[in-house]
């Protein structure tokens, strides 16, 4: 893609879209060069429909609950991303399943954040559930959708220490902040076209990779 075309974005949220805006702002920025063409929420009480509002951008509520079926919600959601042209979808705490009749319209092009490092920890409470494990290091992954529940593969991960002290309020919020970071990140390497995919493997083109190791608790500074 030419970097004088923007990549037209559909972001689906379900609650109050603190994802949304970090997107938004990058847009507005100049950081991102895409151009979020539709927020669609299935919940009506969604905060991410009232930044969306107030960002002028255009929102609509489809209320899942006012559907048989999950794949008749989602057709009705693939409708209105195939009207407004929609070619990367943006999933911002979005609470729903996404069907195979979903991942038919946009294959490898449908893209989520998950407050963990996955594989480990999928699914809900993920933050309580790493303190409990004991574990050392948390973090958030950005992945491509498939059909099962956070499995799909990764694009970007950041890695954040659980400290002795944490909560499972303190250690979302430092993760919330690696969230805001990344997610932008994905997003604009989609638009330059530097994601390649094969099969589980994403990787980005002219990307150095880091050969830094990560250590909690830190080991002793010694003395050369």
């Known amino acids: 893609m030419s970097l ?3 990549l037209c974005l559909a972001v689906l949220a379900s609650g109050s879209g603190t994802n949304l805006q970090s ?15 539709l927020v669609i929420s299935n919940n009506p009480d969604a905060g991410a429909l009232e930044r969306a509002e107030r960002a002028g951008i255009n929102n609509i509520c ?3 609950r006012g559907f048989d079926t999950r794949e ?13 042209k929609t070619e990367l979808v943006v999933l911002a705490g979005f609470m729903r399943i996404i069907s195979p009749l979903f991942l ?44 099962g529940v956070d499995t799909g593969p990764i694009i970007v991960q950041a890695v954040v220490p659980i400290l002795d002290n944490d909560t499972e309020e303190t250690l979302a919020a430092r993760i919330l902040e690696q969230e805001h970071k990344i997610y932008p990140q ?21 990307c150095i990779n880091l050969e830094t190791a990560l250590i909690n608790p830190p080991l002793p500074q010694r003395e050369k």
């Open 4 to 6: 004088k075309q923007k």
């Open 23 to 37: 997107i938004i702002d990058q847009c507005r920025r100049g950081l991102l060069n895409a151009e979020i063409k």
């Open 62 to 64: 489809i209320n899942h």
């Open 72 to 84: 008749s919600f989602d057709q009705a959601v693939v409708s209105a991303l195939k009207e407004v």
């Open 104 to 147: 038919q319209a946009f294959p490898q092009r449908i893209i989520n954040i998950h407050p963990a490092l996955l594989p480990s920890f999928p699914g809900l409470h993920v933050q309580q559930k790493a303190i409990n494990y004991g574990a050392k290091f948390s973090g958030c992954t950005v992945h491509l959708v498939d059909g």
């Open 186 to 206: 994905a997003i604009q390497w989609f638009a330059e076209g530097r994601v390649k995919i094969t099969k589980r493997q994403v990787k980005i083109e002219n």
